[in-house]
Every structure is written in structure tokens, then in C-alpha cells.
């Protein structure tokens, strides 16, 4: 081999085979395509190494040398000079392979790919270091292969997360589950030489009953605790139940199903219990598990439908085996055998109301219709007092509570105009529910112009906000003498955030309204 002074040598030997003629470079991002020499210890120099040579160097193996000609056998086929170099760093077994696949795939997304196998966070976190230090322009895709049969997470998927977040480097995570090496790399070669990458950055490679190997997006984990799949009798012949709680605030993976015995929580005389059947999911619950909402407990599931199991000794209007919707205030005082989502609940009596029987829809409908209906009907009749002939703004006009505002609106006699965020459900308050002014929520800059149009220079008598910010600034600029603006939105509130007076000169009325 004819090996010169001077020449830049790349050599893939084993930890367990040092030599002491070659340079050997670890955990280093190596740029393909600048080396005069490749030095392979495998059986046989895989056709991928001649992409880490530059043009007229030699590759070395086992077996012999030979010449890297000045067009590679990887060289593009439509006379682009642009060589597509991919480098795989790992045992011999998935280079090898890697190698392999690659040698035939003539247009990969990217110039220069990475693929690491070694399946470390600590040389994972030195590729990307030395990556990003790299002053070079045109970055290489980073391909962490995570080899492993067991469904536990990997750590070096939390950092691939991380570090795509954190930079701008493109970076792919691939979990590899019962799949050969042989196999695993010509997916891994047909994934990275596409025209473009995959939208999911993270994903499985998964064999079922002997066929080809297909990529998946590992979305779903197995659930351990309590193992809802048992069956759902005690000995004693009671129920199981269960409660949703999460365990540590802020950290949506902490959220558990834990066991509860209902006759350790009692019941008030006022109270009755529920054996929950549907929960519909509010957003405050989604604040409320990420710890968004300073001295509210997290008290998961605000609005249910069920079944009573249990009443108090002063509850009359309840029997059990009523059927019933419930709505639980969330605060700072909750208690965790007031949280819906779970299979029994209790609740005041004074908080639930029998479903009618002439209503006829399934439960899961049922379970969201109380809350924005009871919040849209107190804030327009009980606050706000609508009168006929009144016009009134509702902000998110397609949302639940919206919608049921509207509805109020149009049995009061008043006129309303709407607001939406998309071109879709503007057009489908304009044909559908034949609202005749609409604005664009996401542009506060057109209310005041487009509601003085409308009004003819009057301004709104009430409005139904649900905007943060510049929305809810501009909003409060398109009130009548004498209006009343009705505040419904949390964040601006639980913020603490300040808001500009001058509206109210003309006796506008600031309210707020919040049953959850």
C-alpha cells in the first residue's frame, strides 16, 4: 500500500486490535471525503469507504489495497460532482452492513450523513459538541441508532430530543426492535437517501409475523399501573377503581392511574357519588397537570356524566341509578376525590342535574355540554344582562362556549358578531350559523374599524372575550358608552397582567366570569 508522509489516515480499527502505523480518531465528526487513506480491519473494505477518500487516495483492508478512482462508485449519475459520504460509527457488524446499503443508493437527502450505533449519550453528546463546532457550512444529518428489543425508554432518546430543540442540526432517532442488522440497515439506507426527511424525527423499526420491516412512530407506551386490562372485580365481588392524578406537577410523564377504595373517602350529607362513564378534557386540566396555574392543586377532570352510586343523607332531588352530568369547580382548596377523571367521583349535589331522557346523544357528548353552556348562560344573562336589540362580540365563536353564546344570543333577540381563526370556520359562521359580521381573531389590529362598520359607529354593548393580550386590548376599544365587557379568558388573570384603563372612561363595565 503505498502509504506517503504526511497523508491523512483514517483507521477503523477495533478497541481490541491498536496499531501503532495508523492515526486513530474517536468520537470526532469526520469529514468524509478528505482522507489520502481508509484503513478497514473487516474481511473485506465495504463500498461505502470510498467515500471517505478523497480522489486518488487508496482504501486498505484485510485482503489488500486498491485505488480510489478520481469518480467514485458512489458519484451521482447526473453529472453532479456532489459525493454522497456517509460515515457509520459502531461495531463492525452495522458498519459493515450500513456500508453496504448505502453503495447502491445513488441521491441521499444529504451530503454527508453521520450514522452512530454506538448507542451512548456520552459519545452522542461529543458527536454533536464537535458538530456544532465545526466551522464549515453544510452540516451532516446525525442518525442515532438505538438497537434495542426492550420497550423501556432510552436515554438517548431524551437527548436526541433535546439536542434538536437546542440547535439546528438535523437529527434523526431510530429504535430498532427485533430487526437484524441486515435488514435494520438497507431501512435505514432507504430513510436517509429519500428526497426529503420524515415529518416524525423519531421512529421504530418494527417486524410483525415475519413481514418486511416497516417504520412506526413510538407514540404509545404499555400502561403498568394499575393493570387496567385485569379484570375489573375485587375478590369480594366490588368494582376496581381508579383516579388519574399527576404524581409530580409539570411533568406530563408522571401522570399515573392510581387505585382508590370509595368507602375510605366518605360522603358529605350534601354530596353524592358518580360512577363516572365519560370526562370531557378542559385545557385548564392540561395547565393544571404542567403546574401553569400558581396555588391551584392539580385536581384533574372538571365535567363528567354517569351514574349516581351513593347520595348524601340530605339530598332529595337524587336517587340512585339516576343518570347525571356533573360540573366540579377546580380550586385552590380541591380535594383528589372530587377529580372526574377517574371512574367515581363525588361531587354537590348542587353541582349536578339529571340528563333528560328526550336528549338522546351519547354520553361523551354529554360530559362537555354542561360547562360552556352554564358559563355562556351566567355570563350573558346573570352578568352581562343582555337585552333584545343589543349587539354583542363573542370571541371564538366556533369553540363549545361560543357556540352556546350564539345560540343564547339568538334566543334573546340580540345580534352578534363572531371571530374565528382560520378561513374555514369564518365561512362556516358566515353560511352556517348566519352570522353577519365576522372578524379574523388572529388580526386585533381590524376590530375597532370592522365592528364601527357594522354598528355604524356605535361600538358593542357587551362582549364575550376569550383573547389575551392585543386581542383583548383592542376589544375593550370597540365597546359602546355604557358597555359591559365580560372577561372569560384565564390567562391574562392567573398573570397577574395589567391592562390600559382608558376604555372605561365611558362607563364601560369590566367583568369577569370563571365557573371553572
Known amino acids: 500500500c503505498p502509504i506517503r508522509r504526511n497523508q491523512l489516515v483514517l483507521a477503523t480499527l477495533s478497541s481490541d486490535k491498536p496499531h501503532p502505523a495508523v492515526l486513530s480518531i474517536r468520537d470526532a465528526t469526520l469529514q468524509a471525503g478528505l482522507w489520502d487513506v481508509y484503513i478497514d480491519d473487516g474481511p473485506s473494505v465495504g463500498a461505502g469507504g470510498s467515500a471517505m477518500v478523497s480522489p486518488g487516495g487508496c482504501l486498505l483492508g484485510r485482503d489488500g489495497w486498491r485505488p480510489v478512482p478520481d469518480a467514485g462508485p458512489m458519484a451521482k449519475t447526473n453529472g453532479n460532482s456532489l459525493r454522497a459520504h456517509v460515515q457509520v460509527l459502531g461495531c463492525d457488524v452495522w458498519r459493515v452492513a450500513l456500508e453496504e446499503a448505502m453503495s447502491s443508493l445513488e441521491c441521499p437527502s444529504f451530503s454527508h450523513t453521520v450514522v452512530d450505533c454506538r448507542d451512548s449519550i456520552v459519545d452522542a453528546s461529543t458527536l454533536v459538541k464537535t458538530t456544532l463546532k465545526d466551522p464549515r457550512d453544510g452540516k451532516p444529518l446525525l442518525v442515532f441508532v438505538v438497537p434495542r428489543d426492550d420497550a423501556a425508554p432510552s436515554g438517548l432518546v431524551g437527548f436526541c430530543r433535546a439536542a434538536r430543540n437546542e440547535t439546528n442540526l438535523e437529527i434523526l432517532c431510530l429504535r430498532l426492535q427485533s430487526v437484524p442488522a441486515p435488514s435494520a440497515s438497507k431501512a435505514i439506507a432507504e430513510l436517509i437517501s429519500g428526497p426529503a426527511l ?159 331522557p328526550r336528549l338522546g346523544i351519547p354520553l361523551a357528548a354529554v360530559s362537555g355540554y354542561l360547562g360552556v353552556t352554564a358559563t355562556a348562560w351566567y355570563a350573558l344573562v346573570r352578568v352581562a344582562k343582555v337585552q333584545r336589540g343589543e349587539t354583542v362580540l363573542i370571541h371564538s365563536t366556533c369553540g363549545g362556549v361560543g357556540q352556546s353564546a350564539l345560540r343564547i344570543c339568538n334566543h334573546l333577540g340580540a345580534r352578534v358578531i363572531g371571530s374565528a381563526g382560520n378561513d374555514d370556520k369564518r365561512q362556516m359562521l358566515k353560511q352556517e350559523l348566519r352570522v353577519e359580521c365576522v372578524l379574523d381573531s388572529h388580526d386585533p389590529s381590524t376590530f375597532v374599524s370592522s365592528v364601527m362598520a357594522f354598528t355604524r359607529g356605535e361600538g358593542v354593548d357587551v362582549c364575550l372575550n376569550s383573547l389575551a393580550g392585543e386581542g383583548q386590548a383592542q376589544s375593550l376599544l370597540c365597546m359602546a358608552p355604557s358597555g359591559r365587557f365580560v372577561e372569560l379568558g384565564k390567562h391574562d388573570i392567573l398573570s397577574n397582567n395589567r391592562i390600559s384603563l382608558g376604555p372605561l372612561k365611558e362607563n364601560v363595565s369590566f367583568l369577569s366570569v370563571h365557573l371553572d
Not at 407506551?221 to 365481588?237: C, E, I, S, T, Y
Not at 382548596?333 to 333528560?356: H, M, N, Y
Open 198 to 356: 420524515p415529518a416524525d424525527k423519531e421512529l421504530a423499526l418494527s417486524s410483525f409475523q415475519g413481514q418486511p420491516p416497516v417504520w412506526t412512530v413510538p407514540r404509545l407506551l404499555p400502561l403498568r399501573k394499575p393493570d387496567l386490562a385485569a379484570p375489573n372485580r375485587a375478590q369480594n365481588g366490588e368494582r376496581h377503581h381508579f383516579r388519574l392524578q399527576v404524581d409530580r406537577p409539570g411533568q406530563l410523564s408522571s401522570l399515573r392511574w392510581h387505585p382508590v377504595d370509595p368507602t375510605l373517602e366518605g360522603l358529605e350529607e350534601d354530596e353524592v357519588r358518580i360512577a363516572v362513564k365519560a370526562v370531557s378534557l378542559h385545557f385548564k386540566d392540561v395547565m393544571l397537570a404542567m403546574n401553569m396555574l400558581d396555588g391551584f392543586r392539580p385536581i384533574l377532570g372538571m365535567e363528567c356524566a354517569g351514574t349516581i352510586t351513593a347520595v348524601g343523607d340530605s339530598v332529595a332531588e337524587f336517587g340512585v341509578g339516576d343518570l347525571v352530568m356533573a360540573l366540579v369547580m377546580s380550586t385552590t382548596s380541591g380535594e383528589p376525590r372530587t377529580a372526574l377523571l377517574g371512574t367515581t367521583c363525588v361531587a354537590k349535589a348542587r353541582q349536578a342535574i339529571k340528563v333528560p
